[in-house]
């Protein structure tokens, strides 16, 4: 039973690692991709001192591949990388039945996304 949960726990941290490498792998291309549009462009693609900031008005720019819109949803996906790693290491926890780090990852979680809705509605 114990070498079951030793390898459960070896394969989490494997996903772990490929969520942070593919996660900041995805959101690189997507910024560069961004980037590469602003410099083609040679403009953000919105009017002087009118770019969006919530999120689907973002959306909405980067499905009309407006170069500053795509370049906030490759932040958008870089910010969100760590978050998904919170949220898989609170089921490793779970499954390593380690309930004080479950819970004390899980404030983690509350606490980043407290911060999220108050960055959205503040």
């Given at each position: 039973m114990?070498?079951?949960i030793k390898q459960e726990t070896k394969?989490?941290?494997?996903?772990i690692?490929?969520?942070l490498r593919v996660g900041v792998f995805v959101a690189?291309?997507?910024i560069l991709a961004g980037l590469a549009m602003f410099l083609i462009e040679g403009t953000g693609g919105?009017?002087?001192?009118?770019?969006?900031s919530r999120p689907a008005a973002i959306i909405q720019g980067a499905i009309a591949l407006k170069p500053y819109a795509v370049l906030m949803v490759?932040?958008?996906?870089?910010i969100l990388?760590?978050?998904?790693?919170?949220?898989?290491?609170?089921y490793a926890f779970f499954k390593?039945?380690?309930?004080?780090y479950t819970w004390i990852t899980t404030a983690v979680l509350v606490i980043l996304i407290g911060a999220m809705v108050i960055g959205y509605f503040g």
């Open positions: 114990n070498q079951k394969d989490i941290e494997l996903i690692g490929k969520i690189a291309a997507v919105y009017p002087a001192n009118a770019h969006p490759g932040l958008f996906l870089l990388t760590p978050v998904l790693r919170v949220v898989v290491s609170i390593e039945q380690d309930w004080l």
